[in-house]
Each structure stands twice: as structure tokens, then as C-alpha cells.
């Protein structure tokens, strides 16, 4: 059964430094989505891509976040210059289309320093 | 804004029970309503969900009703085992939106044998 997979596993970081989390849907869906778990807390959404675009973002995608698509199978989410308090498991998900399942990734967890 | 609000936070059942989750949420344009279980460390994994044309589901031992005029939704799962111990999280998604996924806080459930 396909699945999202995402990379690295585990990231750490010093505050101020530039990420890259990396996932790469399942391979015939159309929707892509970044979302993020502070630890205990609950999944809270970032941001949605649609064809080649963002269709929706959250008030925590400021600008030190940005996505992209830069090849038929890779969907990125870059933080320009982290803080303590983007420490948290980010996880990437896909579907087919609205109202669709969303598949999540096994997540990336970001730890700030 | 959006909000979905989740009861209990904690639930704890003896192997055989009956768990009850109960979810409202304030969008009344909200039109699917999945519902995914973690377990510690994983990934959320969709385990039933609905949609507004539709009143109840069932799968095996999970059910979901929802009440549109209420704006409620709840999980039933019968006969637990000590492997639904999780975390279960109740989400909506809204008709005029791009499939954003708003969850609630979450319920852990403990299952005891």
C-alpha cells in the first residue's frame, strides 16, 4: 500500500538557522498538506498546496515558512530562520481530492535549540 | 473562527466496554468529519469518517454519528480491546475551504484488561 514518507526523521537545529523538511506524497494525489504537532498538543494545520500552489494557509505560516513542489514527486517546507517555539513534529499528508482521506507521513520531528 | 472542541481529554475503560468520544465544532459549513487514531510516536491514521449527507456509519466495532443541527459529532467504539489504547482525534473540514483539517484536542483512551 503506498504511502507519504518523510525526511529526515529527526531534525535538530540552532535558533536562527534555515530548515528543509522533506516529504514526498502519494504518488496520484493532487492535494498536499503541512501540518504540526507541539508535543502533547493537538495537530494543528500550516498550509495546503494545490496544483502548483498554496490554496490555504494558517496564521502560523508567517513569512519565515514557504513551500514548494520542486519535482513531480517532492513537496517541500522550508522555516527561514527558526525559533525555540518551531520545535514540534511536522507532518506532511496528502489526498486525492476534497474531502478525500488525507494520508499523513510518519512526521519529522524539529528541534530548535 | 474555526474551532472544534473534543470531550472527554482522558478516557479510561475496562477491555470489553464501551468508549464514547464527543466532538462539536462552530463552522456549520463544515461538511466531512474524519476521525484518526495515534499511537505514541506515530503517525495519525484515519480510522472512520463522514459526511454531512449522511446521519451514522459503521465499521465493525467503530461507529460515528453526526447531528448537523447541533453541530455534533461522537465515535462509539463497542467492545474495546487493549489495543485501541490511543489517542483519538475528531476533525472537520469545511465546504469553503481547500480541505484544511481543523482537529480537536484529542481524547487518550485507555483500555485496561
Known amino acids: 500500500e503506498p504511502e507519504v514518507t518523510q525526511t529526515p526523521s529527526h531534525q535538530v537545529t540552532q535558533m536562527g538557522q534555515e530548515v528543509i523538511l522533506r516529504c514526498v506524497p502519494i504518488s496520484n494525489h493532487l492535494y498536499f498538506y503541512w501540518y504540526r504537532q507541539i508535543l502533547g498538543q493537538k495537530v494543528e494545520f500550516l498550509v495546503s498546496f494545490y496544483n502548483n500552489e498554496i490554496s490555504e494557509k494558517s496564521e502560523i505560516f508567517d513569512d519565515q515558512f514557504s513551500v514548494e513542489r520542486p519535482d513531480g514527486s517532492n513537496f517541500t517546507l522550508k522555516i527561514r530562520s527558526t525559533k525555540l517555539e518551531d520545535s514540534a513534529m511536522y507532518f506532511c499528508?496528502?489526498?486525492?481530492?476534497?474531502?478525500?482521506?488525507?494520508?499523513f507521513g510518519p512526521g519529522t520531528r524539529l528541534t530548535v535549540l | 473562527g474555526e474551532n472544534v472542541e473534543q470531550h472527554p481529554s482522558t478516557l479510561s475503560v475496562q477491555e470489553g466496554d464501551s468508549a464514547v468520544i464527543k466532538c462539536t465544532y462552530s463552522?456549520?459549513?463544515?461538511?466531512?468529519f474524519p476521525w484518526y487514531k495515534q499511537e505514541l510516536g506515530k503517525r495519525p491514521q484515519l480510522i472512520i469518517d463522514?459526511?454531512?449527507?449522511?446521519g451514522e456509519k459503521k465499521d465493525q466495532r467503530i461507529a460515528v454519528t453526526l447531528n448537523k443541527t447541533a453541530k455534533h459529532f461522537s465515535l462509539h467504539i463497542t467492545e474495546t480491546q487493549p489495543e485501541d489504547s490511543a489517542v483519538y482525534f475528531c476533525a472537520a473540514v469545511s465546504s469553503g475551504g481547500y480541505n484544511k483539517l481543523i482537529f480537536g484536542a484529542g481524547t487518550r483512551l485507555a483500555v485496561h484488561p
Open positions: 499528508a496528502s489526498s486525492r481530492g476534497v474531502n478525500n482521506e488525507q494520508f
Open positions: 463552522d456549520s459549513a463544515s461538511n466531512y
Open positions: 463522514i459526511r454531512s449527507n449522511v
